[in-house]
């Protein structure tokens, strides 16, 4: 168990670029979760994926945003034209639901994206 | 709409000392709760998961509660040590799955040596 890992840890762009960022679940995990967080406030849900299907978005997640999670395996989430409302702490978190033992969600390090 | 509240927001105490945490929601249909810390900058490390149908989950120096009747949890830490400061987070999940979660914005705990 590795634990969760995102990349970059850090990303300063430009208003207007484009972005992304990956991460990689626990191996056994069949859930992962993306939550956008900003200073003061607890993490906000944005997207899940069970296994390969992204299963649910969160209104928060307008048409610039995108993510994907081919073969069940890693994540990648891309924002398109970037916008200072943007900048926040992205955090990838997963999970493995069916085991019957309560399903505990890990979090990785976090991707903090600051638009200029 | 599920509203968590923790309280205090800030919290500062001498090394040694016990503390208790306090996390309420208003919505008690929830699958489990889980306590998480946050150190500056990084993510959420898991603490500790109580299950709907359990009352307390004990984890070293750490002990939490549910009651779920009066939308209550509290994570209790003992002999507080400064390697304890960070901020403290709880989540509530509505469903079997964390997207539908709401956290709490979190108690920030300083622990003077």
């Known amino acids: 168990d590795t634990g969760v890992s995102q990349d970059p840890r850090h990303k300063i762009t430009k208003r207007g670029q484009n972005v992304t960022f990956r991460c990689d679940p626990i191996s056994e995990h069949n859930r992962l979760y993306w939550y956008r967080q900003t200073l003061g406030q607890g993490p906000e849900f944005l997207t899940y994926f069970q296994n390969e299907a992204q299963l649910e978005k969160s209104r928060l997640l307008s048409d610039r945003f995108s993510a994907e999670r081919p073969k069940g395996s890693f994540s990648t989430l891309e924002i398109q034209r970037t916008e200072q409302g943007d900048s926040a702490m992205y955090l990838c978190?997963?999970?493995?639901?069916?085991?019957?033992?309560?399903?505990?969600?890990?979090f990785g390090s976090g991707t903090q994206l600051s638009v200029l | 709409k599920q509203e968590v509240t923790q309280i205090p927001a800030a919290l500062s105490v001498p090394e040694g000392e016990n503390l208790v945490l306090n996390c309420s929601f208003t919505d008690s249909a929830i699958y489990n709760l889980q306590w998480f810390r946050q150190d500056p900058g990084k993510g959420l490390t898991s603490l500790l998961l109580?299950?709907?149908?359990?009352r307390e989950q004990t984890s070293g120096r750490l002990n939490a509660s549910l009651d779920k009747s009066s939308g209550r949890s509290t994570l209790y830490i003992a002999a507080s040590q400064p390697g304890d400061s960070a901020t403290y987070l709880c989540a509530v999940p509505n469903s079997g799955g964390y997207q539908k979660v709401t956290f709490g914005t979190g108690t920030k705990l300083q622990v003077i040596p």
């Open positions: 109580i299950q709907s149908s359990q």
């Open positions: 978190a997963s999970s493995f639901s069916g085991g019957g033992m309560g399903e505990k969600l890990f």
